[in-house]
Nanobody, 116 residues
Framework: QVQLVESGGGLAQPGGSLSLSCSGP????????MGWFRQTPGKQRELVAV???????RYADAVKGRFAVSIVNGKNAVNLQMNSLTPEDTAVYYC??????????WGQGIQVTVSS
């Protein structure tokens, strides 16, 4: 069973930084995009940042200028650098690998908490 392994996250103070990493097996083919989504209780999962195979990035308005998504060349791996964190960034963050055909893949989710 294909699994995406997420790491990083945890607790940060407002104004602080955290980074998330995610990697999947090289056997995942036809990758179209990789990135991160997040979800808070009672709300739908929302896009945070995604980068496609052409290198085009897309960010949620709420994180523009603060977060940076990057992929590891040649690997099914994606990172998210989060700066100037606010309590509103508190959520479970999910790694995502989207494919041109076949199923997409999701990580198990990793908690990010921003609190003083």
């Amino acid at each position: 069973q294909v699994q995406l392994v997420e790491s990083g996250g945890g607790l940060a103070q407002p104004g602080g930084s955290l980074s998330l990493s995610c990697s999947g097996p090289d056997t995942i083919s036809a990758v179209a995009a990789m990135g991160w989504f997040r979800q808070t209780p009672g709300k739908q999962r929302e896009l945070v940042a995604v980068v496609n195979i052409g290198g085009t990035t897309r960010y949620a308005d709420a994180v523009k200028g603060r977060f940076a998504v990057s992929i590891v060349n040649g690997k099914n791996a994606v990172n998210l650098q989060m700066n100037s964190l606010t309590p509103e960034d508190t959520a479970v963050y999910y790694c995502y690998i989207g494919r041109l055909s076949g199923r997409d893949y999701w990580g198990q989710g990793i908690q990010v908490t921003v609190s003083s």
